[in-house]
């Protein structure tokens, strides 16, 4: 989608090594979310955004941070990264505007971003 | 944390035919949404279809239809005459206004044979 953009769209890193992660959204949206999708475990989320400099963790958070200091951009950090962090990276948008949550809208995807940690 | 669940890892339809994808989730509201996401070898997510739980008429959307049962908690999507470029990673996913994310379920993945 035209509106949500993540980059790089491939990396190879090695073991230790910090990696950042980069969405940038057009839309002015307010919610902005990190997930990782591996085989077998579906979507999970990493942190979410509900405004500049608010953030939260989601279910797997551990050996991650987020910063959000700009409403179009949402940065993922792996402060040193590690094999189990190999995966695909998806940056999402929720469409509810810069109101409330709104669960009508669903989401809106980045690209992805394939991760690979050796 | 609400739970989807797919429980049809892989599925398999011939060209033309229709095919049921399953998902059930487990919600103490009653106000909430439903979704089906496509993700094609592109890796792209795609919305397919949107379900509203105050409404009981099942949604469509050309070939794609779901069989919402609310008191079953049960969400499936119907792909009739299927076509090659059906084949892809199906997710349910669910949300509510109160909350401030949707909830996916681990996928299905399915096979257009020509």
């Known amino acids: 989608d035209a509106g949500i953009t993540q980059s790089p769209r491939h990396k190879v890193t090695e073991t230790g090594t910090p990696v950042t992660l980069r969405c940038h959204q057009t839309e002015n949206h307010r919610y902005m979310y990190w997930y990782r999708q591996d085989p077998g475990h579906g979507l999970r989320l990493i942190h979410y955004s509900y405004g500049v400099k608010d953030t939260d963790k989601g279910e797997v958070s551990d050996g991650y941070s987020v910063s959000r200091s700009k409403t179009e951009d949402f940065l993922l950090t792996l402060e040193s990264a590690t094999s189990s962090q190999t995966s695909v990276y998806f940056c999402?948008?929720?469409?509810?505007?810069?109101?409330?949550?709104?669960?009508?809208?669903?989401?809106?995807f980045g690209s992805g971003t394939r991760l690979t940690v050796v | 944390a609400q739970t989807v669940t797919q429980s049809q890892p892989e599925m398999s339809v011939q060209e033309a035919e229709t095919v049921t994808l399953s998902c059930t989730y487990d919600?103490?509201?009653?106000?909430?949404?439903l979704f089906w996401y496509k993700q094609p070898p592109s890796r792209q997510m795609i919305l397919v279809i949107r379900?509203?739980?105050?409404?009981?008429q099942n949604a469509t959307e050309n070939r794609f239809s779901v069989n919402f049962q609310k008191a079953a908690k049960s969400f499936s999507l119907k792909i009739s005459d299927s076509q090659l470029g059906d084949a892809a990673m199906y997710f349910c996913?669910?949300?509510?206004?109160?909350?401030?994310?949707?909830?996916f379920g681990t996928g299905t993945s399915l096979t257009v044979i020509p």
């Open positions: 996913a669910y949300g509510e206004n109160t909350g401030n994310q949707f909830y």
């Open positions: 999402a948008i929720s469409g509810s505007g810069i109101g409330p949550f709104n669960g009508f809208y669903g989401y809106t």
């Open positions: 919600t103490s509201e009653s106000d909430y949404y």
């Open positions: 379900q509203e739980a105050y409404k009981q």
